[in-house]
């Protein structure tokens, strides 16, 4: 059920990010299923590959949708388990969005371009930044919730303890700090504009096109689906208990969350890339704070 | 049976030094080299093999008339285990050196290299047999001095002269802590049986430190991994496999062996110590590998990153047996010895990669290549799927030993509770978070600069990929990809040798942890075989999507900028600038640069070099103060023998002063 969720939702999520962003600028805006008709525009055309390109370049946009698709089989719904759930699950699927980067970042290094290249290493600066937040947020939360496995994380965060509850908040706003880092999302990184020397994500894929193009762009919009969805896990843990209102549940703190996120996106200026590592530092201290406060 | 296949593969590597030593035809003199390594790597398999089948330690005696010697030959479990890693690489590695020395075999003989050879690999073999202290320390200098020979193929060359004196100083350093080790061990003892060894309980803290140095000098960890980085680029790079991937093992061995000599309670402060020094060895042997911009140097300095996941996880170990944890003790113990197997096969995989392409280009500077992939296409892939998995990334081996790694943490901090507990595991996991995307962006910097892109200079390659070039890396390759995925089919071996050395597991918390290890590792394997399964898919699809499609090729897209040279590409040290600016307090890189012309720019440069950081803040004041201290000293050699026979005068009268009233 998650997994057709994400297949089928994802580009919407965009979609509202985008629709959210024109509200505050304005605009009317694109249509809610832009996406889609991206997508599909770009799975009818022909490729170009460039001549210094190898193998290399023509697997990313494989190895990305088999990532992504992989990950979908550990990601629950949250409060139900996932199709392949075990101790550790969610350590195997932050290794799996690096198998997602480390095929993205040599694809990029595949083109010889100078500012693929840039991308590319930045990238790496920001993962490398944003990985240790990661990780320390999900030790909090398994230490605290004394769960071994996405399931048992997700399904009820506010078990944690009455005096605990604080550390929630942080790690929430950690996390969120995360995923817009990941994501390539302002303040990080601006996904709209066209000016590659600002570019992150974008300017890793510009030599991609046609259904590579197609291929890379819906795994980065499934790869936000399933941070999303482990942020609203974690930060809207409203369960019913009876299925199909927690999958309605679900989708409404999706929106939401792509709401927020066109919030942030509205009222924030991207930050030079040299403040990059204080705004993510911020999420490592946030995720140690939660930590001590589990402990305390 | 084990140890009679194992005496014939000495007896082999015995019947080709003969061989080798009079026979005076190079090209044959070549091919018997690499043929005994084979066959007595395929003895040393079969050895191993039999007694992980047979499911019983295997063990001969002989007594020995040398002073707390015996010749004491036992396999149990961790023996066999780290047998096999040696039979395979070993083997392997003889392979690619009939390839890598091939022009060379007509020019000089190569006896020399393949009597050194037989010497390191049979010394390895017996350091991992050895049950017996002095056998053991024997066995460790044999393997210690023909490394040192294999690291001098090159002698000729002075920087090689230099790397081999660091080694040759850093190893017996080493050598020393140990036989003050055994010293202690056995002082009450007739012979150095290790099953005879236990620790006396007041110096139990101090043998466990020796061990540290003099085991963790070989391992690589830091403080004492100098003569890493210095003799993998200097040694041919089938040693520097051999090197990386068996040797450096051996320290990992002998702690492990010093550990399960172990009775009683472990203090808290070893399992910390070991975390501490292995947490500090891994995320600053990242850290200098994104620095690096030489090849070979950057292996070696991923190698000492991987000891540090390797020490991490015995350090959990320890804490956990201490703090009475059994369960991630045991995954910790684990998590170790896989790594050590993972690493050892991917990393000389690396390096033999690497040989290749110092072998095409003659150079290791990895500033002046690029675009590899199209002249050497093969190495290429293979040196693709082996950074791929020693970046720790699934499907590939490298995860898994980090996998359970982080199991082990987790179980530690959920079942322990205490604040300690938590510092503990907070560290870990800081620590395997940075090594783990350091490792993926310096592994991603090493293969993209090397094989992908454009050449940065013009090099002419000449290399024809033969046989004994790729057959080693595709079943290392290989090995690495259906070990990941069938982590599981391996766990009952390692897991086997983990419980059978570990000293005080409780029965049913060794049954807990199968189970732990049946339920993820089956999984995990299982996702792998998803993941391949979907790349295939998907690639398929592809192939239908563009059947009729356009499918054209055109330079890359630079902007519009309609001349782009390969210059322009992004260079291997800007790649990771980003990060070390943000670790540029600690690591200290040094910076030039040159501007010339004011208002127009003119030839300008930059470049950034990185020192080692423990050599630069350790060893050099260390070394520079010692020679402080011996440069005075040296007033007192006067060089004239009058003031020598003043110096023992005065020395005579001095005694007699002292000693004026004892004197009967």
Redesign the interface.
């Given at each position: 059920m998650s997994l057709l969720l994400a297949l089928i939702l994802s580009p919407l999520f965009l979609g509202i990010i985008v629709r959210t962003k024109a509200f505050f600028a304005g605009r009317k805006g694109q249509p809610l299923l832009q996406f889609y008709y991206d997508l599909v525009k770009l799975?009818r055309?022909?490729?170009?590959?460039?001549?210094?390109?190898?193998?290399?370049f023509?697997?990313s946009?494989?190895?990305a949708?088999?990532?992504v698709?992989?990950a979908l089989?550990?990601l629950p719904l949250p409060g139900y388990s996932g199709w392949?759930?075990?101790?550790?699950?969610f350590?195997?699927l932050f290794?799996?969005l690096?198998?997602l980067?480390?095929s993205l970042?040599?694809s990029?290094?595949?083109?010889?371009?100078?500012?693929?290249?840039?991308g590319?290493?930045?990238e790496?600066?920001i993962?490398?930044?944003a990985?240790?937040a990661?990780?320390?947020s999900f030790?909090v939360l398994?230490?605290g919730l004394?769960g071994?496995t996405l399931k048992e994380i997700l399904s009820h965060p506010f078990s944690i303890g009455a005096g605990r509850t604080v550390a929630l908040y942080f790690i929430s706003v950690s996390l969120l700090i995360v995923l817009l880092a990941e994501n390539s999302r302002i303040p990080f990184d601006d996904p709209n504009t066209h000016l590659?020397l600002t570019m992150i994500h974008e300017v890793m894929v510009?030599?991609h096109s046609?259904?590579?193009l197609a291929?890379i762009l819906y795994s980065s919009a499934l790869k936000l689906w399933i941070l999303g969805s482990l942020w609203v896990g974690i930060s809207i843990p409203v369960r019913w208990g009876i299925f199909y209102i927690d999958v309605l549940v679900f989708l409404g703190s999706m929106g939401l969350l792509a709401v927020i996120i066109g919030i942030i996106e509205s009222i924030l200026a991207r930050v030079r890339?040299i403040r990059v590592?204080h705004a993510l530092s911020l999420a490592t201290v946030l995720a140690?704070l939660a930590?001590l406060w589990t402990?305390g | 049976m084990g140890i009679l296949l194992l005496v014939g593969s000495w007896i082999l590597l015995g019947i080709g030094t003969l061989f080798l030593w009079f026979l005076r035809n190079k090209k044959v003199t070549h091919l018997i080299g690499t043929v005994t390594v084979f066959l007595s790597s395929l003895f040393i398999f079969g050895g191993s093999l039999w007694v992980l089948i047979q499911g019983s330690p295997d063990e001969y005696y002989l007594p020995w008339n040398i002073p707390f010697g015996s010749i004491y030959l036992r396999i149990d479990f961790l023996s066999a285990l780290f047998l096999l890693l040696l039979a395979v690489i070993g083997g392997l590695v003889a392979l690619y050196s009939y390839g890598y020395f091939f022009e060379e075999r007509t020019q000089r003989s190569l006896s020399r290299y393949w009597i050194f050879y037989f010497g390191l690999f049979g010394g390895i073999s017996l350091v991992f047999t050895a049950y017996n202290g002095v056998f053991f320390l024997l066995a460790w200098e044999g393997m210690s001095i023909t490394s040192f020979f294999l690291v001098l193929h090159e002698f000729t060359n002075k920087e090689v002269r230099k790397a081999g004196w660091i080694y040759l100083m850093a190893t017996h350093g080493g050598t020393a802590f140990l036989l003050v080790l055994f010293g202690i061990l056995g002082s009450d003892l007739e012979v150095w049986d290790f099953n005879m060894f236990q620790y006396p309980a007041m110096l139990a803290t101090p043998i466990f430190l020796l061990a540290c140095i003099g085991f963790g000098t070989k391992a690589g960890f830091m403080p004492f991994h100098v003569w890493l980085p210095e003799a993998h680029p200097a040694a041919p790079s089938p040693v520097s496999a051999l090197m990386s991937g068996v040797m450096i093992k051996t320290g990992i061995y002998g702690l492990i062996r010093v550990i399960s000599w172990l009775e009683g309670d472990i203090p808290l402060s070893w399992g910390i110590l070991c975390i501490g020094l292995s947490s500090v060895t891994g995320v600053l042997g990242v850290l200098h590998a994104l620095g690096k911009k030489d090849l070979k140097e950057i292996l070696a300095y991923s190698s000492i990153e991987n000891m540090g996941i390797i020490g991490m996880g015995l350090g959990i170990g320890l804490y956990g047996l201490s703090r009475s944890l059994g369960i991630g003790a045991l995954l910790g113990f684990t998590a170790a010895l896989f790594h050590v197997l993972h690493h050892g096969l991917l990393k000389s995989s690396l390096f033999l990669a690497s040989g290749t392409v110092l072998h095409a280009t003659h150079t290791r500077n990895i500033e002046e290549l690029?675009?590899l992939?199209?002249k050497v296409?093969k190495t290429?892939?293979l040196f693709?799927l082996s950074s791929?998995g020693i970046?720790?990334?699934?499907p590939m081996s490298g995860?898994v030993g980090?996998?359970l790694l982080?199991?082990a943490?987790?179980?530690l901090?959920?079942q322990g509770k205490t604040?300690v507990d938590?510092l503990i595991?907070?560290i870990v996991?800081?620590s395997?978070?940075?090594i783990?995307?350091?490792s993926?962006?310096c592994?991603?910097r090493l293969?993209?600069?090397v094989f992908?892109?454009?050449p940065r200079k013009e090099k002419t390659v000449h290399l024809v990929e033969g046989w004994t070039w790729t057959i080693p890396l595709y079943l290392l390759g290989g090995m690495n990809l259906v070990l990941g995925i069938g982590s599981i089919g391996l766990a009952p071996l390692v897991f086997g040798a983990v419980v059978s050395t570990v000293p005080g597991i409780a029965y049913q918390t060794a049954l807990d942890t199968v189970t732990?290890l049946q339920?993820?590792l089956f999984?995990?394997g299982?996702?792998g075989l998803?993941?391949?399964s979907?790349?295939i898919?998907?690639?398929r699809i592809?192939n239908w999507?563009?059947k009729n499609?356009?499918?054209?090729?055109?330079?890359?897209?630079?902007?519009g900028y309609t001349r782009?040279t390969?210059r322009?590409?992004?260079t291997a040290s800007?790649?990771?600038?980003?990060?070390l600016r943000?670790f540029r307090r600690v690591l200290h890189p040094a910076e030039s640069f040159q501007w010339e012309g004011n208002l127009f720019p003119r030839a300008a440069s930059y470049t950034t070099t990185l020192h080692d950081l423990i050599l630069r803040i350790l060893y050099r004041p260390l070394v520079r103060t010692i020679t402080r201290i011996a440069r005075r000293i040296h007033a007192l050699q006067e060089g004239k023998n009058q003031v020598y026979i003043l110096y023992i005068a005065l020395t005579l009268i001095l005694l007699m002063v002292i000693f004026l009233g004892e004197v009967p």
């Open positions: 799975l055309k022909g490729v170009v590959y460039s001549s210094s390109t190898t193998l290399v023509r697997l946009p494989w190895l949708l088999a990532t698709g992989t089989f550990i392949i759930s075990f101790p550790g699950d350590f195997v290794s799996l690096g198998v980067r480390f970042v040599c990029a290094l595949d083109t010889g371009s100078s500012f693929e290249g840039m590319a290493s930045r790496m600066f993962s490398f930044l990985e240790p990661l990780l320390l030790l398994a230490f004394e071994y590659e510009l030599d046609g259904p590579d291929g890339m590592s140690g930590l402990i | 690029g675009g992939w199209k296409p290429g892939t693709g791929f970046a720790g990334l699934p995860f980090e996998f982080f199991l943490v987790l179980s901090s959920i604040i938590i595991a907070l996991l800081i395997l978070a940075v783990g995307v350091g993926v962006a592994f991603t293969f993209g600069v992908l892109g454009e732990i339920q993820t999984p995990l299982v996702l998803l993941f391949l979907l790349t898919l998907f690639s592809w999507i563009l499609r356009s499918v054209e090729t055109s330079p890359t897209w630079d902007c782009p390969s322009m590409q992004y800007s790649f990771t600038y980003p990060i943000v």
